[in-house]
């Protein structure tokens, strides 16, 4: 198993960067997928971005592609996403997940089986 622990959100204004961490024990980090996904008020759980294992492939939604970087350090047991030009409406708490089984799938809250408990991220106008 592994638990995931988010930092690094904040407060920010539009059009700048942030980057989050989370930081999972567990010895076998490098089995898992990682994906980060967020939540506004009234708003169900989007997801936002996924690594591969190894980190060779990553997926991202329309609505952050060219915009959001995920990244990972198996040695350091962290997946990190870089949030560049960022908007209002990027305004959530954001979650780091996790899943070792196999999945086609990558993008749903139920493609993932450990939770953090997330990191608030608010973008000002």
């Known amino acids: 198993q592994v638990q995931p622990v988010e930092s690094g959100g904040g407060l920010v204004q539009a059009g700048g960067s942030l980057r989050l961490s989370c930081a999972a024990s567990?010895?076998?980090?490098?089995?898992?997928?990682m994906g980060w996904f967020r939540q506004a008020p009234g708003k169900e759980r989007e997801f936002v971005a996924a690594?591969?294992?190894?980190?060779?492939?990553?997926y991202y939604p329309d609505s952050v592609q060219g915009r959001f970087f995920i990244s990972r350090d198996n040695a350091k047991n962290t997946v990190y996403l870089q949030m560049n030009s960022l908007k209002p409406e990027d305004t959530a708490v954001y979650y780091c997940?996790?899943?070792?089984?196999?999945?086609?799938?990558?993008?749903?809250?139920?493609?993932?089986?450990?939770w953090g408990q997330g990191t608030q991220v608010t973008v000002s106008s």
């Open positions: 567990g010895r076998t980090f490098s089995n898992y997928l």
């Open positions: 690594i591969s294992a190894n980190g060779d492939n990553e």
């Open positions: 997940a996790a899943r070792s089984r196999t999945s086609p799938t990558v993008a749903g809250p139920t493609d993932y089986d450990y």
